[in-house]
T-cell receptor, first 112, second 112 residues
Framework: GDSVTQMEGPVTLSEEAFLTINCTYT??????LFWYVQYPGEGLQLLLK?????DKGSNKGFEATYRKETTSFHLEKGSVQVSDSAVYFC???????????FGSGTRLQVQP | NAGVTQTPKFQVLKTGQSMTLQCAQD?????MYWYRQDPGMGLRLIYY???????DKGEVPNGYNVSRLNKREFSLRLESAAPSQTSVYFC???????????FGSGTQLSVL
């Protein structure tokens, strides 16, 4: 079946550091890929998505590129802020499937 | 504010008690979902409803029942709560099954 694997956290960075959160997936066909973010005490929010190979999703300074050859969708940001502290979830969805498949989440802590 | 509203936000139950988690969306979305979030396991799908009047089991349906009362409302019922059902529960909705989801803020449930 479909699955998503994320790097374990927490990831602790200083403000203005470069961020990478790794995500790889296993799926048949050509899924759509997503990054969701969960701020403390809130539900998940869509951060960005990509629907086909080599697409780059971007939002709020975050980027991720759909790499079919490596089955990856790593999240990056050039300069993190304290306000980026949250849990980040990678997810995929196959066309015609019932719902998203989520990874286990990676907690990011950004220190001033 | 438009979005997904879940109630209650917090609940403590004793083993064997029953309760219903309520969810309503005002986005005119067709699809609605119930997920549970457990440490290290990400989000797992309990039940979903592709449209009004239909419901289907997800990855972890045992011990739960759902009702899609109308297009807006999708409730989750625990008939006889067990400690293994201690979790954070999220309701979500989406326009179509393979599009981005909008999440509620969650219900933290403890079963003693």
């Amino acid at each position: 079946g479909d699955s998503v694997t994320q790097m374990e956290g927490p990831v602790t960075l200083s403000e203005e550091a470069f961020l990478t959160i790794n995500c790889t997936y296993t799926a048949t066909g050509y899924p759509s890929l997503f990054w969701y973010v969960q701020y403390p005490g809130e539900g998940l929010q869509l951060l960005l998505k990509a629907t086909k190979a080599d697409d780059k999703g971007s939002n709020k300074g975050f980027e991720a590129t759909y790499r079919k050859e490596t089955t990856s969708f790593h999240l990056e940001k050039g300069s993190v802020q304290v306000s980026d502290s949250a849990v980040y979830f990678c997810a995929l969805n196959q066309a015609g499937r019932r719902a998203l498949t989520f990874g286990s989440g990676t907690r990011l802590q950004v220190q001033p | 504010n438009a979005g997904v509203t879940q109630t209650p936000k917090f609940q403590v139950l004793k083993t064997g008690q029953s309760m219903t988690l309520q969810c309503a969306q005002d986005m005119n979305h067709n699809s609605m979902y119930w997920y549970r979030q457990d440490p290290g396991m990400g989000l797992r799908l309990i039940y979903y409803s592709a449209s009004e009047g239909t419901t289907d089991k997800g990855e972890v349906p045992n011990g739960y029942n759902v009702s899609r009362l109308n297009k807006r409302e999708f409730s989750l019922r625990l008939e006889s709560a067990a400690p293994s059902q201690t979790s954070v529960y999220f309701c979500a909705s989406g326009r179509q099954q393979d599009e981005k989801l909008l999440f509620g803020s969650g219900t933290q449930l403890s079963v003693l």
